[in-house]
């Protein structure tokens, strides 16, 4: 056994020794619990001043304040986001509507009081004086912490608002309560005198975790903004929204009204504020999985729609001319895989009638391989391809082929300087540039033109308005023959990397972040803490399954989801591009007659009545 080994076994784990520390705080926080649910809503609110006043003051320490201030928010949450619903008559559709026969007699009368006011005066039900007894009484008719009428955090939630306080990452099982944990650390940095950005990733749950965590704040004297992607950019709308004590959005428009701001010519003029702490939702997508990703402000430079057209005609000749090059190298890239797959298939063979296959197909793999080499030797290759860094390059012969068809002599003399990106850009758009995966055409709203709107591929959500820079977009268009629009130059750019490294403070919170640890503290130096649930996982979390070819994979996963969907289950089937959620859709209706909604870039507008059902 190692020395490390020994240490850990002795003393514990770095996570453990963490979560030890937690759980002091969390009986501490507990501990203080049943004098803050005796306070009344006027006295919590002052107590939350006096609080913010003595950290800013240095009359008090964090350590001595955070087991208070979170029993304060965790109250402040449980009453009005969860009790004060009894009142609510707005009733939505996971609204219930709640019984006052349960309460005893002098509770009744409290809550028929209530009620009165409500009527006479036209209160709303969040700002209504309620006695801390009503509170008591309907806790112990609901003592589960459970939607609509109860929302008190868990204490395993105490300790992720706590990993995230101290600008760590808490690694939170999916069901855990996520929504609640960034509050809990929000608040405590709002009262140590920071501006709190929570980041999400869309605009639906921007809204909705915002406008459901707001009561809690606003009920304790603090405010709660939300940035939407239809607000005007520099608006004093967003200004408002920026200056609220803690705000929420998504990454790209934290991100793109700090490069607004910056090309601002006046302070004055800036809306978003100090960038003093942030909890990045979904943590690993974010930092890690689109941290090279830049965010460009683009303006316009020239109008070279005749050039981007003239540079596709070409590109299309040259894609056909070397046709069979493609073909030969499909043959080559198909046997190869065989020959690996049948060197898989003969190490794992049970019996020597399995190996004797599978090196039969390893023979014929290789004859596969050895004739479309042989194939290829009399062919000529125009371009090549990187796939992985999406780039497409012409060979000295497909600049020789390129240069005849567009009939203007050298590419690299005079005013031909231009012809070699423009081939580049548009070999890009037809040969690594997907329709229905990297984008949509559809018809624009404002122009009702049919245009080329870019999808996301980390969320697939259309990006209208967004254009590809470098003349990327125009060729895409140019392919796709609708209207190209001006080219673009770049003004501003970042990182998201970049940018959330200008934070004074970071955390945040996913399901899955161990795996990605070792970048998580080289990049950002901010260490993962692994939280356990609130209750024992029954979950089975099975392993992967591996298909020989694709087609096996698609049949397996149609079969099971008519299984389960028989049932009685809901199921959700994650897929990589629009093209391909419309092909399991295909395969659903023509084999099993299922029936189904699918959400994609062309339906995202449908998300939330989609998810609802």
Known sequence: MGFNKILTKVFGSRNERLLKKYWRRVEAINAIEPKIQAMSDDELRARTLELHDGLLDKKLTQEEVLPEAFAIIREAMDRNIGIRQIFNTEQGEFQAKFDPSALPAEARAMYDAVQQQLIATGEHYLKVPIPTELYNEVRKIYPESRPPFRARCFDVQLIGGMVLYDGRIAEMATGEGKTFVAPLACFMRVLSGSHCHVVTVNDYLVRRDAMWVRQAFEALGLSVGFIQQDMEPGGDTRRAQYQCDITYGTNSEFGFDYLRDNMKERADLQVQGPLDFAIVDEVDSILIDEARTPLIISGFARDDAPKYKAADEVARKVIALNKPWDEAEKIVDAAKRAMKASEGDMEKAKNKEEKEAARKRGEAALKQLEEGEKKKEGLTQYFEVEWDRKSVHLTHEG???????????????????????????????????????????????????????????????????????????????????????????????????????????????????????????????????????????????????????????????????????????????????????????????????????????????????????
């Not at 268009?477 to 934070?503: M, P």
């Not at 998580?520 to 209750?535: A, W």
């Not at 070819?549 to 199921?571: L, N």
């Open 399 to 613: 600049i020789a082929k390129a240069q005849e068809y567009a009939g203007v002599g050298s590419f690299y003399v005079g005013a031909n300087m231009d012809w070699p990106h423009l081939m580049e850009q548009s070999m890009r758009a037809h040969v690594v540039y997907e329709r229905d995966k990297d984008y949509v055409v559809e018809r624009g709203e404002r122009t009702n033109d049919m245009e080329v709107v870019i999808v996301d591929e980390y969320t697939g959500r259309k990006m209208t308005g967004r254009q590809w820079s470098d003349g990327l977009h125009q060729a895409v268009e140019a392919k796709e023959r609708v209207t190209i629009k001006n080219e673009t130059q770049t003004l501003a750019t970042i990182t998201l990397q970049n940018f959330f490294k200008l934070y004074k403070a970071l955390s945040g919170m996913t399901g899955t972040a161990q795996t990605e640890a070792e970048e998580f503290s080289k990049i950002y130096r901010l260490e993962v803490v692994t939280i356990p649930t609130n209750r024992p996982v029954v979950r089975d979390d099975n392993e992967d399954r591996v298909y020989r070819k694709e087609g096996e994979k698609w049949t397996a996963i149609i079969d099971e989801i008519k299984e389960v969907s028989d049932a009685g289950r809901p199921v959700l089937v994650g897929t990589t591009s629009v093209e391909k959620s419309e092909m399991v859709s295909r395969l659903l209706t023509r084999k099993h007659g299922v029936e189904h909604e699918v959400l994609n870039a062309k339906q995202h507008e449908r998300e939330a009545h989609i998810v609802v059902k």
